[in-house]
């Protein structure tokens, strides 16, 4: 799904209504769409209580539309607009006036204080004061409303973007709507999913306004949002009669005395990303604890320095190793062990298979990056904005701040595909739009996530997939499937293996088109 710009996304409906969509119509299905949001997270709309805070706009429009067909699902609504009547024109203030058919009056209010009490006891709040409008600072009754939106401690749905948040670099001047869901009108825009806007933006979905096929093709995004329909298109389909040797052989070099932990997530979630046989290489003398930790995956022992950490005489085992391999992952656990990692470098530009290089793989490679420029085979790097900085020079803050353009000059950089992890996740490669994933939570922060993920990149590589496409696949699921184990389960204890339990539902859900 593209990903755009606030003006880009004007420029798309002034082409609608130009295509023959009236404008009107356009703000009816914002309503619509924002109220099976609403519904869905009311569960029932009879007798709920629905605070609407709408600004003059047509955010503020779109809030009317919502509050009027609340009313008439049976909820309790009040409105509360932040400005005159007589302030709110075209197609705004006809919804407004149309709040008269439910009964429904748009009291105008002048400080936030005179709506606190009615928030204070909503089950669902809708913020609809400025959407794509926010530019710097609030102040004044905005910035009131916003702080008292927030301090209700109540559930709520932003619409199109949280009031405060810039539409294009999600950044946040100083206050903000801290939104349960927002729902993103005709295509999301690009801050709802940048950091830090991503914490605020809460649960993403997107609206179907009824923009017309044409006019959203002729739309030329700032990037691409992973979905289910696109990772669907990338899986690899089974034939009946196939068998393990069809779906890929992967190899595992990992782990470290007190990380063999790491090494299993890895492995086992190279597994169920449906490799048909997985190959882990560890420091020898770990060798019996991984073979007791792991049932499905082969372990293969390693030679080792003192330390117990790969030294470098296990480079042409794992060369060897490797031939008979058709993807290789590196790094989870490995140490940060000097020999380790001149081994790391030198199995980079050696090895002749399609790569994934995480953790102290990256740790390796950010002391000299010249081996990155001397491989031969695809590589896919998996940092978080600590290794991304190492990598590149920067801060971690510096990479937070613009996290595209970190992952954007990284893939151009080092000619690979980049997966820039943390909240809104980045997958990018020279040459092509990026793309942003929306699932996951912060349940998912916690040790051996990382693993996880780079053992279902390699797993889906294995199977052939495309880098740039595998490691989108595998991002989405990694993500979904924390979602789902956080749905279950809560997100305050979640754990790596919770997200290898939860895969298969992942599969399930995007396979049959219910993600």
């Known amino acids: 799904m593209k990903i755009v710009t606030a003006a880009q996304m004007r ?65 309790r609504v009040q409105v509360f607009l932040a400005g005159e009547p007589g302030e709110v024109s075209g197609d705004a203030r006809a919804n407004l006036d149309r709040l008269a058919e439910v009964g429904v009056d748009a009291r105008p209010v002048k400080q936030g204080a005179e709506v606190a009490p009615a ?25 009131e409303l916003v702080t008292a939106i927030n301090a209700a401690g109540r559930p709520v749905l932003a619409a199109d973007v949280p009031t405060g948040l810039d539409a294009d670099s999600g950044q946040v001047a100083n206050t903000a709507v801290e939104a349960t869901c927002t729902g993103a009108m005709g295509l999301p825009k690009i801050g709802l999913l940048l950091y830090p806007g991503v914490n605020y933006t809460g649960r993403l979905r997107v609206v179907d306004v009824g923009l017309p096929p044409k006019v959203v093709e002729s739309a030329e995004p700032a990037a691409e949002m992973l979905d289910g329909s696109l990772v669907r298109s990338w899986l690899p389909r089974r034939s009946r009669g196939a068998h393990k040797g069809d ?32 190959t882990l290489g560890a420091p020898e003398s770990l060798n019996d604890i991984l073979e007791v930790k792991l049932t ?42 000097p020999a380790t990692a001149e081994l790391v470098r030198t199995l980079v530009t050696r090895l002749p298979r399609p790569m994934v290089v995480d953790a102290d793989g990256l740790n390796a490679l950010a002391e000299d990056t010249a081996a990155l420029e001397g491989r031969h085979a695809p590589i896919i790097l998996t940092p978080h904005p600590g290794e991304m900085g190492r990598l590149l020079g920067l801060t971690p803050g510096e990479v937070q701040r613009d996290r595209l ?107 049959e088109g219910v993600a």
């Not at 109220?35 to 805070?53: P, Q, S």
């Not at 063999?260 to 597994?271: F, I, K, N, Q, Y």
């Not at 330390?307 to 058709?326: F, K, T």
Request: some cysteine.
């Open 405 to 511: 353009t970190a992952a954007a000059t990284a893939a151009e950089r080092f000619h690979a595909v980049v997966v820039l992890k943390g909240a809104g996740t980045v997958v990018a490669r020279a040459g092509e739009l990026p793309r942003i994933n929306p699932t996951g939570n912060p349940g998912m922060a916690s040790g051996g996530t990382g693993d996880v993920l780079t053992g279902l990149v390699a797993g889906l590589l294995g199977q052939g997939l495309d880098p740039y496409e595998a490691a989108g696949a595998a991002v989405y699921l990694h993500g979904l499937a924390g979602d789902l184990a956080a749905a279950e389960l809560g997100e305050a204890c979640l754990i790596a293996g919770d997200l290898l339990g939860w895969l298969p539902e992942a599969f399930r859900e995007v396979i």
């Open 11 to 75: 420029e798309l409906d002034r082409r609608a209504v130009a295509a023959g969509v009236p404008s009107l119509t356009l703000m009816e299905r914002a309503g619509e769409g924002l109220l099976a949001i609403a519904a869905d997270m009311l569960e029932t709309t009879a007798g709920r209580r629905v605070v609407v805070v709408a600004g003059k706009g047509n955010n503020g429009g779109d809030g009317c539309v919502v509050a009027r067909l609340l009313a008439q699902a049976g909820a």
């Open 119 to 143: 928030l204070a006891t909503a089950d669902l709040i809708v913020d609809a004061l400025l959407g794509t409008g926010a530019a710097g600072e609030l102040h004044g009754l905005i910035a």
């Open 247 to 278: 779906f890929g052989r992967v190899l595992v070099i990992a782990g470290s005395v007190g990380f063999t932990g790491a090494a299993a997530l890895c492995a086992d979630a190279a597994l169920r990303a449906g490799a048909g046989l997985v």
């Open 296 to 337: 499905e995956v082969m372990t293969h022992p390693l030679p080792e320095t003192p330390a117990r950490a790969l030294s470098g005489a296990a480079l042409e085992p794992i060369l060897e190793l490797a031939e008979r391999s058709d993807a290789v992952a590196i790094g989870p656990g490995l140490s940060r062990h």
